[in-house]
């Protein structure tokens, strides 16, 4: 009796609880896969602005020039003005 119980619980295991685990190693492999594809657009992405950002640091210095040449006229008309109204 308990050996014909062993083999029920076998069958019960392979017809069973097997499919029902390949089942969810599929879906955990499809949702590993849909990320690892995600990643590689997002380093693919990173890539392609880490190339577009080479000139960053020459356009940082130009806009400190700029700036630096606008608050200097701006002082001067501040001063101007300071002459006309006082």
Request: charged residues 15%; aromatic residues 4%.
């Amino acid at each position: 009796m308990s050996l014909m119980l062993w083999w029920i619980g076998n069958i019960v295991l392979l017809v069973v609880v097997v499919p029902v685990l390949v089942a969810l190693l599929n879906r955990v492999l499809a949702a590993l896969e849909r990320i690892r594809a995600a990643s590689d657009d997002i380093l693919a992405g990173g890539g392609a602005l880490a190339a577009e950002l080479d000139g960053v640091p020459e356009t940082l210095a130009e806009t400190g020039a700029t700036v630096e040449a606008v608050s200097q006229g701006a002082v001067r008309y501040a001063g101007s003005v300071g002459k006309l109204l006082g």
